[in-house]
């Protein structure tokens, strides 16, 4: 796990070395181990690739980067793991290549060059890489099929660059970085970030997951980023359900099995929801004396606390629990830190406890964890998509059977009939004049009183809820199109994003064994109602995957709360400290900073509800602060 940076100047640049050197140092966290930098002249252009290195695979220096081929034709610069890597080298041995290290970066240089992009279908593992290849000129960018690693670019001046995380893009840039007004109203008003190429900062760009991005240095061309790998959802009916769910078990555990490699201290995040629990479970299953040590946030005094689930788990698999409770002045102490090392907003104050909860791991002295991030996506979770199964049953012609489902789905906690339907009917009006009807007498404005709607009009914003702008999934696989769509586009990213900044903030390499690409291929080939019952119950064929490895009472629970903040006590506790925050004057024509302040008396006083959007307004404006002040 690491962090990477460089660019290609075809301009030139001032002080090269000093530029590259301040990147490095944001990155430091990424890779407090080791760190490489090595520039070239090549085709009129200086080339620079940089490393700053976590070392958790080989820890000696056989790993260090950039990494040449033997010919020096090829060099890389690699953030990520690659779990498979003792695999693929022996079939790289066999087909004659030579390795000098332990290292997997060797193994995927190899395999870049045995195969060229015919070697990402074959690797198990997170990753975000930059390939120099001095015979075909070109720069080659590629990053993981769900964007578990990050990859960040900017055009500036006919120069690309590249790099982990947005400071060390600051860094590199000659220019003062502006806001992106599209994404700050996608964010401020519907709550969408980390849903396509575009991020905060206007310029700068995600490499979108599964994307493969090339830059020919001769010309300085930027070839439009292409997939390498792309979500089916075609159903296969091969399988019956006992069938799918012995198949999953054993996909699974394999899974566990390679994400256990490791040269350094290893652990899990275990929130006690169904999904951590599994990882945690796994892992004991696959090794059976291994040491585990878990992390868990708790909310002490809450309704959401998880606690008893927590310590079911680590009593069940005999693990050393580590458990840590937040208050709101520790929130306030320490949101300035955590805001930057997210390098944009996001969506809630659930952020900090994961934040808390990767603090605790650095502070007992584990380097790795394992997360069950991704289940949710994979396995129809959260509330089970009861819009989409039902427009899916619609589309069949199943109306009964659709009737039936939205009665048994609510009758499971935190459900309702009303819920479900809502659900049903913006679901099947997506894109038309009546769902925008329907979000305006919600309340779901487009332009809500604390927006200025004249400057955005001038800069030519799209004012509609994101999601409509979204391409329609397939007819009759509803479910599974939103899967697919959630786990490449809209909700997984962000969720990756938070996981990766606020664990590699402490140097922490956070893995996610859910995430590979035979798991998900297998769970959006089954039928819908693998997923979500037709009695309403969330990840279905998981549940019955896991018996005898996960206790039956933790695999039969009817909720769920995961890092779970409670946000309304915490934020509404500390108002005056809020009203500080949003009282710094941002100077963005946009926002009305003197409503948004009327708006937040308001709820702070009860008279009108409270919603995620304080949180909205909070963290946006102290990234604000921070960022582009």
Known sequence: MCGIFGGVWRNGVHRLEAVLSDAARALRFRGPDDNGQETFQFGGATIALGHTRLSI?????????????ADRA??????????????LRG?????????????????????WRQWGQGCLLRLVGMFAFVVFDRGQGTITCVRDAFGIKPFFYSLEQGNFLFASEIPAIKELKQEKVELDWQRAYDYLVHGDYDSGPRTFLDGVFHLEPGHVLELDIASGRLAKAVRWWQPRIAERRDLGFAEAAEQLRERFLD????????????????????????????????????????????????????ERWVDRINQHVGAVPHKVVVSANELAADLDDMIQAQGEPFGSTSI????????????????????????????????????QRIRSLVEQGSYAEAWHFLDEWARWPGRSRLAGGKRAVAELTQGTLLNDFLRWISGMQTVPAWMNATPLEERGIVRRHPQDRSTQGESCRRLAAELALSLTRRGLPALLRHGDRNSMH???????????????????????????????????VFRAA??????????????????????????????DTVRGWLRVDLQLPFLLQAEVLKEFDLIATGKKPFSWQVWRWINFS??????LA
């Open 57 to 69: 695979i080989d820890l000696t220096s056989g790993g260090h980067q950039p990494m040449q081929s």
């Open 74 to 87: 090829v060099s890389i610069v690699f953030n990520g793991e690659i779990y498979n890597y003792r695999e």
């Open 622 to 627: 102290r990234w604000h602060s921070h960022f």
């Open 255 to 306: 899974s566990i099995r390679l994400h256990l490699r490791s040269d350094v201290p290893l652990g899990a995040a275990l929130s006690g929801g169904i999904d951590s629990s599994a990882v945690v479970c796994a892992m004991r299953h696959v090794a059976p004396d291994a040491p585990i040590n878990t992390f868990s946030y708790i909310a002490h005094g809450s309704e959401v606390s998880e």
């Open 546 to 575: 896991m018996r005898g490895i996960v206790p039956d009472d933790v695999l039969d629970r009817r909720d769920k709360i995961g890092f779970e903040t409670p946000e309304k006590e915490w934020l509404l506790g500390m108002a």
């Open 352 to 387: 900090y406890a994961q934040y808390r909860v990767f603090r605790l791991a650095k502070e007992q002295g584990v380097t790795v964890t394992l997360d069950g991030q991704g289940a949710d996506e994979m396995l129809a979770g959260y509330n089970g998509y009861p819009g």
């Open 506 to 540: 402490f140097s922490v390499e956070s893995r996610v064994p859910f995430l590979t690409l035979e798991l998900v291929e297998l769970l959006l080939s089954l039928p819908e109602a693998y997923l979500i019952s037709p009695r309403g119950e969330t990840k279905h």
């Open 91 to 111: 079939e790289l041995k066999r087909l004659g290549h030579r390795f000098a290290s332990d290292s997997d970066t060797e193994v995927l240089l190899a395999a």
